[in-house]
T-cell receptor, first 114, second 114 residues
């Protein structure tokens, strides 16, 4: 079985400061890792994914994530947070061992304050 | 949200009533999915379909039914057997069923019980 953990329900950051949203995973075989963002009463928007290759993945809106195989982590980062980044962020994992389905974390609410 | 439409945005269900949520995509994707989102629980997979006239149960299929008569359409029926239907329902699609592929989400339907 595959699983995802987002250990923080909420992350608070001041605008202009760097932000990190944490994600760890468990899956058999090679992982496929995704980050999505959700604004209130909206669907999920794709930010970035790791399939293979470079461990640092760059995505939309200045976000990036680093795949760390030894720590089974895929933390989402941004060098300088904006108030408009405030939203709910989901990490997801897939893999052949998971029957080609994605498993989503419970989400982390990011709040960026002035 | 582009390319996937869901209707209605809000849906009210009376006790004992079946209701159908619409999902349409114009991305020419083969695979389509239905997820249920509850606060603090992330997304849970209800049903998914790889191809027309074929669909599979996800993790929480009880009380739900689907059909896939056309490639672009994947309606979800919430039956009276679903005792706790209040949730936010999200439809998604991807090029194929591989978990390497990015899933793209619709704007969601919020189902409320009267």
């Amino acid at each position: 079985a595959q699983s995802v953990a987002q250990p923080e329900d909420q992350v608070n950051v001041a605008e202009g400061n760097p932000l990190t949203v944490k994600c760890t995973y468990s899956v058999s075989g090679n992982p496929y890792l995704f980050w999505y963002v959700q604004y209130p009463n909206r669907g999920l928007q794709f930010l970035l994914k790791y399939i293979t290759g470079d461990n640092l993945v760059k995505g939309s809106y200045g976000f990036e994530a680093e795949f760390n195989k030894s720590q089974t982590s895929f933390h989402l980062k941004k060098p300088s947070a904006l108030v408009s980044d405030s939203a709910l962020y989901f990490c997801a994992v897939g893999g052949v061992g998971g029957g080609n389905k994605l498993t989503f974390g419970t989400g982390t609410q990011l709040k960026v304050e002035l | 949200d582009g390319g996937i439409t869901q209707s209605p945005k809000y849906l009210f269900r009376k006790e004992g009533q079946n209701v159908t949520l619409s999902c349409e995509q114009n991305l020419n994707h083969d695979a389509m999915y239905w997820y249920r989102q509850d606060p603090g629980q992330g997304l849970r997979l209800i049903y998914y379909s790889q191809i027309v006239n074929d669909f599979q149960k996800g993790d929480i299929a009880e009380g739900y039914s689907v059909s896939r008569e056309k490639k672009e359409s994947f309606p979800l029926t919430v039956t009276s057997a679903q005792k706790n239907p209040t949730a936010f329902y999200l439809c998604a699609s991807s090029i194929d069923l591989s978990s390497r592929g990015t899933q793209y989400f619709g704007p969601g339907t919020r189902l409320l019980v009267l």
